[in-house]
């Protein structure tokens, strides 16, 4: 059975903090995804990462795929109010099959 | 990113009635979509894969007569929660998989069964 184990599962912080979550797996995926969730909404998917060892930026949000392609993070520099949201990470095998770790709940004070 | 339409955005129902949501995907052929039941502050949990023009394959736990799924097109999946009965209440997403490997979301669907 393959799994997709995302920490911390829930995350209250100030305004201005940095964050980081993580997404861990004993199986190598040939993509991996993070996504934000509002509620009662879909999923919103922020970014791929394909290649071993990635780093990609979106504004205050870098992503990093580990290099042999099993493990993922999400750092959150000076987090915002308008972050707060359920982060999901998603691994995509050969296969037709996205795996998606439990969510990481993150509540940004002002 | 790609478009994936989902009908209705909620709808309430009688128990023992049957409710249908429909999955499409606008902008693209999705030859495999995904069904998702999701509880209030938990993950997504994965009920079902539709396969074009196949029987769907379920996952454990998941009845199959309860929750027909019918991919009748590219573009096009349904779900229908039969003989709905207050615990069916949640949350149903689905999602398509781009041929590149992400997945794209519907804006789910809120069922609640009074």
């Known amino acids: 059975t393959q799994l997709l184990e995302q920490s911390p599962q829930f995350l209250s912080i100030q305004e201005g903090e940095n964050l980081t979550v993580y997404c861990n797996s004993s199986s190598v995926f040939s993509s991996l995804q993070w996504y934000r969730q509002e509620p009662g909404e879909g999923p919103v998917l922020l970014v791929t990462v394909v290649t071993g060892g990635e780093v990609k930026k979106l504004k205050r949000l870098t992503f990093q795929f580990g290099d042999a392609r099993k493990d993922s993070s999400l750092h959150i520099t000076a987090a915002q109010p308008g972050d707060t949201g359920l982060y999901l990470c998603a691994g995509s095998t050969g296969g037709f099959k996205t795996i998606f770790g439990a969510g990481t709940r993150l509540f940004v004070k002002a | 990113g790609a478009v994936v339409s989902q009908h209705p955005s909620w709808v309430i129902c009688k128990s023992g009635t049957s409710v249908k949501i429909e999955c499409r995907s606008l902008d693209f052929q999705a030859t495999t979509m995904f069904w998702y039941r999701q509880f209030p502050k938990q993950s997504l949990m994965l009920m079902a894969t539709s396969n074009e023009g196949s029987k769907a394959t379920y996952e454990q736990g998941v009845e199959k007569d309860k929750f027909l799924i019918n991919h009748a097109s590219l573009t096009l999946s349904t779900l229908t929660v039969t003989s709905a009965h207050p615990e069916d209440s949640s949350f149903y997403i689905c999602?398509?998989?781009?041929?590149?490997?992400?997945?794209?979301f519907g804006q789910g669907t809120r069922l609640t069964v009074v």
């Open positions: 999602s398509a998989r781009f041929p590149g490997g992400e997945a794209f």
